[in-house]
């Protein structure tokens, strides 16, 4: 069974810093390309980060680009989002995702592709 547990997810000031993690079981993780999406409230899911399976690849959503930093650490079936310089806008609920099988450098920020979800993990950013 395909498992994915988001964390680090809480209550941040303004200009702040997150971490959040997920860690993926039930899947040879190396072969599936990793993203992060979020649902801000009133709002639908949007793509927010995405790397390749080998780690090499990455994309950013303009909205956290040079902000937001996606990693992962294939020994430790991991993908991490780091996120810096926090507003209120970055208020959400955020996902990590999975799209099996897809080799060492397939990225994409398309959600339709995505085939394995977490349960989220809410972020809040006061001013």
């Known amino acids: 069974q395909v498992q994915l547990v988001e964390s680090g997810g809480g209550l941040v000031q303004a200009g702040g810093s997150l971490r959040l993690s997920c860690a993926v079981s039930?899947?040879?993780?190396?072969?599936?390309?990793m993203g992060w999406f979020r649902q801000r409230p009133g709002k639908e899911r949007e793509f927010v980060a995405t790397?390749?399976?080998?780690?090499?690849?990455?994309t950013y959503a303009g909205s956290v680009l040079d902000r937001f930093t996606i990693s992962r650490d294939n020994a430790k079936n991991t993908v991490y989002l780091q996120m810096d310089s926090l507003r209120p806008e970055d208020t959400a609920v955020y996902y990590c995702?999975?799209?099996?099988?897809?080799?060492?450098?397939?990225?994409?920020?398309?959600?339709?592709?995505?085939?394995?979800w977490g349960q989220g993990t809410q972020v809040t950013v006061s001013s």
């Open positions: 790397i390749s399976g080998g780690g090499g690849r990455v």
């Open positions: 039930g899947r040879t993780f190396s072969s599936d390309a």
């Open positions: 995702a999975a799209v099996r099988n897809t080799g060492a450098y397939y990225i994409t920020s398309d959600w339709n592709e995505y085939n394995y």
